[in-house]
Structures are given as structure tokens and as C-alpha cells.
């Protein structure tokens, strides 16, 4: 078993492109915020409320003086927005008082901030090893026998333990982008190129 999924992961990583990236954002503020108007929506629609946002208030100092009301009205494509301007808007405030975060711990002391959220801040913003367990992750790592929960947290701390931390990230990445195109919730299992080692292929085609 565990042979199978390092050479699941082995086929996976060379077959991948070599940089994946799914918020292609250089600021570290306008990266976190981006992040966090993406929970419980796509990409698309965060990135698009973040451009609304930035648009009127380009830095942490502004928004921790908008209004809330103001806040809510930009975000609103990105869903939520009565739970996400208040923590955007503490976020910021922090951010202009105290500078950015510089840690997992830091980050997630701060409202609105688990440790998806977090991961992604510090993988991408400060290039530390962690892992980013958001749904799709979660799917494809449980369908592949990398992890045995669908808890995220749990999840997360299972692929710490089994894999290295050089390719936490990669491999958040890799799996991500894999639960996107083919692993999705009802999976392209014909176009799969693990097919023939996928424990959950195995189990549907009986
Ligand atoms: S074979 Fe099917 S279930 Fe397994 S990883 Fe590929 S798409 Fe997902």
C-alpha cells in the first residue's frame, strides 16, 4: 500500500506542470485577503470581489478605516460578505498596526484565519513547508489512500506525517489542481493517468 501511493505521488509530480498557482497575487496583504473572500466560493469570484475592493481601498490602512457597510458592498461577489468584511476589515487593522504576519501561529490568531488559510500565506508569502488542505485536496488525497479522514485538519496532519515537508506544498498543489480537472467530485476515472493504482477506482469499478 504505502508503495503505491509514492508511486501514485512519483506520477502525479511528473506529470504536473512545474508551477501551479491559483491566486497569482505578489502582494503579500492583497494575497491573505484574497484567500480568505476565497472560503466558500471559487477563485474567480474572490478575485473579482478583491479587484472591487482594492480598487477603492489599495491598502491595509484603508480598509481598516472603511466602513463595513463600504466592505460589504465590494466583496459581495466573492458571497458571505456580512462574515468577511468584519474579519477583513480586523485583519487589515492588525496588519497596518502591527506589519504582516510572519507565522502560522501569528496568522491564526487573527479572526477568520484556520489553518487553510494560514497555509497558504505561509507557503506562498514566507516559502515555509506546509500543507494546504482545502476540498478538493481533501477529496483526491482520501480517494487516493494518502490520507484515511476527510476531516481537513486531520488530513493535513497525516500527509506531514507520512510525507517530507519538501513537497507539502507541491504536493497541495498537485492534488489540487488534479481534484479540479479530473478528480473532481464525480470523477473522470478513463482520463486518470493512476487509474490503474487508485484504491477508489478500484472500489467503483468493483
Ligand atoms: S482514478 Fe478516479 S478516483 Fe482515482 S484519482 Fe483518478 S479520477 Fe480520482
Given at each position: 500500500m504505502e508503495n503505491n501511493v509514492n508511486t501514485i505521488w512519483e506520477i502525479l509530480d511528473k506529470n504536473f506542470p512545474e508551477n501551479i498557482s491559483f491566486i497569482d497575487e505578489p502582494d503579500p496583504w492583497r494575497f491573505l485577503i484574497t484567500v480568505m473572500l476565497s472560503a466558500s466560493t471559487t477563485d474567480k469570484q474572490a478575485v473579482k470581489a478583491a479587484a472591487a475592493l482594492f480598487e477603492e481601498y489599495p491598502d491595509a490602512a484603508s480598509v481598516a478605516s472603511a466602513s463595513l457597510q463600504d466592505i460589504e458592498r465590494l466583496i459581495h461577489p466573492a458571497g458571505l460578505s456580512r462574515t468577511k468584511a468584519p474579519r477583513i476589515k480586523e485583519v487589515s487593522r492588525y496588519i497596518a498596526e502591527h506589519g504582516l504576519p510572519t507565522c502560522m501561529e501569528e496568522l491564526e490568531a487573527l479572526p477568520g484565519i484556520?489553518?487553510?488559510?494560514?497555509?497558504?500565506?505561509?507557503?506562498?508569502?514566507?516559502?515555509?513547508?506546509?500543507?494546504?488542505?482545502?476540498?478538493?485536496?481533501?477529496?483526491?488525497?482520501?480517494?487516493?489512500?494518502?490520507?484515511?479522514?476527510?476531516?481537513?485538519?486531520?488530513?493535513?496532519?497525516?500527509?506531514?506525517?507520512?510525507?517530507?515537508?519538501?513537497?507539502?506544498?507541491?504536493?497541495?498543489?498537485?492534488?489540487?489542481?488534479?481534484?479540479?480537472?479530473?478528480?473532481?467530485?464525480?470523477?473522470?476515472?478513463d482520463k486518470c493517468l493512476v487509474s490503474s493504482l487508485c484504491p477508489f477506482s478500484a472500489f467503483l469499478n468493483g
Open positions: 484556520g489553518e487553510k488559510t494560514a497555509s497558504c500565506y505561509v507557503s506562498q508569502v514566507l516559502s515555509l513547508p506546509a500543507v494546504i488542505a482545502d476540498t478538493h485536496f481533501v477529496r483526491v488525497a482520501l480517494r487516493l489512500g494518502f490520507t484515511d479522514t476527510d476531516d481537513r485538519n486531520k488530513a493535513a496532519r497525516e500527509i506531514r506525517e507520512r510525507f517530507p515537508e519538501e513537497v507539502w506544498y507541491r504536493m497541495s498543489m498537485v492534488l489540487n489542481l488534479h481534484g479540479r480537472t479530473t478528480c473532481r467530485p464525480k470523477p473522470l476515472c
